[in-house]
């Protein structure tokens, strides 16, 4: 067969083959719970005691040394020097 009618059948069969559709925000968003925290930010850092934390959770205290390693679904807390939480990201 001649390629100027092979190829034209190539490139719809091409266009026609069912991908997965592209990602969204919501696929590209860690998830590492910090959305169910985030209220607690500025409240005192005991009340951590009382909220079940994921089993990656990283409490960070001022001054405290952290790794750069990037883990979506370790969710971390900051502590400020007045013993309040400052911040919760995931990391």
Do not use: F
């Amino acid at each position: 067969m001649k390629l100027h009618v092979i190829l034209p059948v190539i490139i719809l069969l091409w266009a026609c083959q069912a991908g997965s559709p592209p990602p969204t925000q919501d696929d590209l968003t860690p998830r590492c719970g910090k959305d169910r925290l985030l209220g607690l930010v500025g409240q005192d850092a005991a009340i951590l005691r009382e909220v079940e934390l994921p089993a990656t959770t990283r409490v960070v205290q001022p001054g405290m040394a952290l790794t750069q390693d990037y883990r979506p679904d370790r969710l971390n807390v900051s502590i400020d020097d007045d013993g309040k939480i400052d911040r919760v990201w995931c990391s």
